[in-house]
């Protein structure tokens, strides 16, 4: 009887309620930034004015790691976004049990990670490009990306440590 | 009657002591690295053979990052491992209750991004100067000291792992 077992938790699921409402909305927020750094950064190209040459963010090793990590935490809550969705249509969890908890948590410390190393790889290269150069728009596009990941990383970092604080419920 | 509630715990506290124990060693190895990673990038400098100019590490702003960040997680564990010999010499945790677990957590979390956001922000930087230029001691100094803040790293998200799985013992 699963059914009933739902519906004589209504206390245990209104509790969980605001921290998946919180979850979800941390999600939505890093998708949206990261979208708009993938397309600040996608663009990220400049003719040198003297010798006509033409560069781009793939001649830096440093903005291709940023794309990288940039199109990883995309992926990723794209794919909890659809397992939010699926969850709110079937009324389950795609990974029932402990193994959702788990997954939330090692994904979410493992792509906070790679967000933030993204980002300061970015800014470790940006800080020491635009230095004594007179302000110009390729570096300040690569700024603003390494800016949009830190801030979707923030959110990350936030979602998980709403994930960490949900592991005690896989004991139950 | 404290002392008879602590010894009518034992098997509590010898289900938590192997986790304690790998958290402890951890704590070592991170301040190895990290201690090794620190003298490797103070005496970071090389003498330019055309122009005899001296350059630093101090003269590029991500390896100012990256020894910032060291110093940070270097302070942080030694902190850590002044508690854990306080735990063993007393017999009671520094931070008693819910706010040693809390703590621990927040701080693993905490320093562990600042420790990859260090070996990254060294990384971007030394990648780009290195490329093109034939290997040289500055280079590979620099590499080896990032390459030991990232090893640091693991081991603080281990430590910092261990953390938040003890999490629900708050609760007790």
Redesign the interface.
Known sequence: MPETVVNTTPSNSSTASPSRTVLLLMRVLTFVFLLIALILIATLKQTDADTEEQIKFSD???YR?MLATIIIGFAYNLLQMAFSIFTVVSGNRVLSGDGGYLFD?FAD?MI??FM??????????T???G?GVPSNSFIDKANAAASLLLIGFVFT?IA??IT??A??KK?N
């Open positions: 830096f090793y440093g790691y948590f410390k906070s990670y933030i190393s993204g980002s300061a790889a970015g800014f470790g290269l800080v020491e490009l230095r970092a998980s440590t960490s604080f592991l005690p004991a």
